[in-house]
């Protein structure tokens, strides 16, 4: 539980190569006094370990959905509860077409699922190379994710994991919390 000064950010982690930029953010957020609790994918343990995440936030990483239950309650609907925001990042094409479509089959995914978004927004910040991130599929999937309420923080244009140049590269961990304050609903007065 957060105290009264301190948002509880949820990150969400899924499989992309700059899975390695988001220790940055969860860093960051630590730093400044935020609660952090990290989810992962299975492929997104891939790209960084979980002790990464769980040492930099001091928190255990959720990765499981069948984990421990808290006063019988599932710790995905306790945790889309008492989180102030989620970001997800990076947010592999995979995962963007998950959400879109509302499925709810890993701890990433169910946890975005379960959030109110009326109460607690959810920031998407997708990755992945220029020919995934253009095609049609993921652009449609940008597209619903935005009419249904989502953010969707657009990739930067740049030097790529694949060794080109294009459009797909996940912001930096500054753009990134600017992009977390200016969504939360209700601020802190800390
Ligand atoms: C080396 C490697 C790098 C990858 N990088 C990305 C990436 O940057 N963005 C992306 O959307 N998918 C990337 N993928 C593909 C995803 O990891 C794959 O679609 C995976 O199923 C995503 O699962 P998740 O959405 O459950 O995390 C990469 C795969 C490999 C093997």
Avoid at 28 to 33: A, E, S
Wanted: hydrophobic share 45%; aromatic share 6%.
């Amino acid at each position: 539980m957060s105290t009264p000064s301190q948002r509880h950010v949820l990150v969400g982690v899924t499989g992309g190569i700059a899975a390695y930029k988001t220790a940055e953010l969860v860093s960051r957020l630590i730093k400044r006094g935020d609660l952090v609790t990290v989810a992962m994918t299975d492929a997104a343990t891939r790209f960084v370990g979980v002790e990464t995440f769980s040492s930099l936030s001091g928190r255990p990483v959720l990765r499981e959905p069948w984990g421990a239950f808290e006063d019988h309650e599932s710790q995905h609907v306790a945790l889309a509860g008492q989180a102030d925001i989620m970001i997800v990042a990076p947010c592999s094409m995979n995962s963007l077409s998950k959400f879109a479509a509302g499925f709810a089959s890993d701890m990433v995914s169910l946890l975005v699922a379960a959030i109110d978004r009326a109460q607690t927004p959810v920031l998407l910040a997708p990755s992945m190379n220029a020919a995934m991130w253009n095609q049609p599929a993921t652009q449609r999937h940008v597209a619903t994710l935005q009419q249904d309420g989502f953010t969707v923080l657009m990739p930067e244009t740049g030097w790529q994991a694949c060794r080109t140049e294009g459009c797909g590269r996940l912001p930096e961990a500054d753009s990134l919390i600017e992009a977390i304050d200016a969504a939360i609903i209700h601020p802190q007065s800390s």
